[in-house]
């Protein structure tokens, strides 16, 4: 590769291949560390990795064998990940079905084949709709009322003084999966006030068993241990969802307003002539697991990561409590009833998806892998790139947060997003614009997508004008009052 003109990342030993480089990369990180982190060290000091290269290289090419058989290409530029997903889009990696084995029994729409995919998210598609995540917009206002609510009581807000310390991830999860089993569902757990129920807890559970494969990871699958605590896990949920399922086959098309998704997608299902054959249930199951699962953990990450990220800026607080009062109104008590009235206000807080926009960018939370086909290759400057049996990694990490894309990269900026001043936004705007959409713009897009953008702004709406956020040992935001965010 080297004769062709191909950077190699180095060190590079002709017998452990780039074990040793991903060992030095993971030092001093815990051991659960994302792997988001060893991304942003290569980027930050690609210099150093590639010390012939005058320019960052638009890929990377990884062995790690034998822990992962196939060599791994790492996606850095933009061109060549609209080249993957969108201009000539490859196939999901089998990588996926087996990692999602222990939550999904790998038949989820992420899990997939091609064909499988299309009719299928032509099925579920309308749930996900923009116009009946706004029509569920009661429902969400209601959790997340609860949510600020909550949080005032444990922090004593009337008292003008700091509560107890708590960690936000664990009432993110709640209020979010409360969120997603009412919209999927019409399922209220009540996870926020009597948690964690029996499907939240065998979910979290499986979710600790989603690993990529390699040999320890295979391993593990065939011990006891594994096996018991997926079977048990897995029979809690089935145990659960399927007689949601089975009850609305049953029920009458005009027996209630059907607005859910599994309403809409087994509404669809009826009047395609399907009946509930065993195997039809058992898809129906998966899918409902994967957007339980996707609908929860990375949206609970992301508004963790939001009020981290304002935390640290008191001018973009204070920014998004002036769109907040100019849209809202200035009493955010009655947030509430206003967007239950005018739900399509919503639309208007640009800046406050312009902040969560910027969280995104600098916290990648998802990646995709691909499997090339025989005659796939990528192109750049002149240069081909082989990806013949390779496993091709997107790395969002590497790419939001490139020094030649972006101008100050780690800076929080949300107004990238919304002044048309190229030098800001980034110095390839078009190539970069394709990067953020390349997961939801090929042909397997994102189909939460809708969900991702607007159940984070909800809980800001109250919070960013009610609360005082600090982290452990920093000066504090003035409050009406405080916690602390772990």
């Not at 017998?15 to 988001?36: N, V, Y």
């Not at 969560?356 to 240069?383: M, V, W, Y």
């Not at 189909?447 to 909800?458: A, K, S």
Request: charged share 20%; hydrophobic share 40%; glycine share 4%.
């Amino acid at each position: 590769m080297r004769a062709n003109g191909i950077p190699i990342i180095e060190p590079y030993s002709p017998f452990l291949g780039h074990l040793p480089l991903m060992r030095s990369l993971r030092k001093g990180l815990p051991r659960d560390a994302h792997g988001s982190y060893t991304s942003m060290k290569i980027i930050q000091n690609w210099q150093t990795y590639f010390p012939t290269a005058k320019k960052c290289p638009p890929l990377i090419y990884l062995d790690v064998w034998p822990f992962i058989s196939q060599p791994i290409i790492m996606i850095i530029a933009p061109e060549l990940c609209a080249q993957l997903t969108q201009e000539t889009p490859q196939p999901r990696h089998p990588m996926f079905g087996w990692a999602m084995t222990p939550v999904t029994d790998g038949i989820d729409i992420i899990s997939m084949n091609m064909a499988d995919h299309k009719v299928w998210r032509s099925r579920l598609n309308p749930g996900f709709s923009s116009r009946n995540v706004i029509q569920n917009m009661p429902a969400i206002l209601e959790e997340v009322s609860l949510f600020a609510q909550r949080l005032k009581d444990t922090i004593d807000g009337d008292s003008g003084e700091w509560g107890r310390m708590f960690t936000l991830y664990d009432r993110a999860v709640a209020v979010t999966f409360d969120i997603i089993s009412i919209f999927t569902l019409d399922l209220h757990l009540n996870e926020q006030t009597s948690g964690p129920g029996p499907l939240l807890k065998a979910l979290r559970n499986l979710i600790t068993r989603v690993k990529l494969k390699n040999i320890k990871n295979q391993l593990e699958r065939y011990t006891p241990g594994f096996r018991h605590d997926v079977s048990q896990n897995a029979a809690t949920m089935r145990n659960i969802l399927l007689p949601q399922i089975q009850s609305r086959f049953n029920e009458s098309p005009s027996s209630k307003n059907q607005k859910t998704v599994i309403d809409l997608a087994i509404k669809d299902l009826k009047e395609s002539g399907y009946q509930p054959t065993p195997r039809l249930m058992n898809i129906i199951v998966a899918n409902l697991k994967a957007f339980l699962f996707a609908g929860h953990d990375t949206t609970a990450q992301t508004l963790c990561w939001v009020f981290y990220e304002i935390n640290k800026y008191p001018d973009i607080l204070e920014k998004l409590r002036a769109e907040h009062n100019q849209v809202l109104g200035f009493d955010p008590k009655l947030v509430t009833e206003i967007l239950k009235q005018t739900p399509h206000k919503i639309n208007k807080l640009d800046y406050t998806a312009a902040v969560i926009k910027e969280t995104l960018r600098i916290h990648s939370l998802a990646n995709t892998f691909r499997q090339a086909n025989p005659n796939f290759t990528f192109s750049l400057d002149g240069i081909q790139y082989p990806t013949y049996n390779c496993m091709i990694q997107t790395t969002p990490t590497m790419t939001h947060i490139h020094p030649d894309l972006w101008p100050r990269p780690m800076e929080f900026i949300p107004d990238r997003f919304l002044v048309p001043d190229a030098s800001l936004l980034s110095l390839k705007p078009k190539s970069v614009f394709l990067s953020q959409k390349k997961l939801r713009m090929g042909p397997r897009p994102i189909t939460l997508h809708n969900n991702t953008y607007i159940t984070p702004q909800n809980p800001l709406f109250s919070l960013s004008r009610m609360c005082n956020i600090s982290l452990r040992d920093n000066t504090p935001i003035q409050p009406p009052f405080n916690f602390h965010l772990c």
